[in-house]
């Protein structure tokens, strides 16, 4: 059974555009905490607890929002006619497979090294 292709359609939002959106709705978050602030000013009484307690919590669920991206992975496509991984050049085993050479050590203790012979016994 031949795999669907792709479409212009499938695709999700770019990243440009998520981080615009992200960005206009935290400007559009702290606008309204701006506005509650001057309320604050103009509201008599006890009322002023309501703009004052929104433009304490706002902030808070502004970045959350702002967080939040939508640019989700989606479906993995391989190419089919890929080359598959290669070894890694960083540690694996030495050229006569006998000892086994792991990467230096990121602490700066030198690098680690097994010297086991083929029955996996040490010498």
């Known amino acids: 059974m031949r795999a669907r292709s792709a479409s212009i359609t499938d695709l999700p939002i770019s990243p440009d555009e998520d981080r615009e959106r992200r960005f206009r ?14 309320l604050f000013f103009v509201v008599p009484g006890w009322w002023k607890l309501a703009p004052a307690l929104v433009a304490v919590l706002i902030p ?3 970045v959350v929002v702002a967080n939040v991206s939508t640019h989700a992975v989606g479906e993995v496509r391989e190419a089919q006619n890929a080359l598959p ?4 050049a960083a540690g694996g ?3 006569d497979e006998r000892t086994w050479r792991a990467s230096p050590d990121p602490l700066g203790g030198g690098s680690a090294r097994d010297d086991r012979g083929r029955d996996g016994a040490a010498p």
């Open 85 to 88: 991984a290669g070894p890694s």
């Open 60 to 62: 808070y669920f502004a």
């Open 93 to 95: 085993f030495a050229a």
């Open 25 to 38: 709705m935290y400007l559009y978050m702290m606008l309204v905490r701006v506005g509650c602030l001057g």
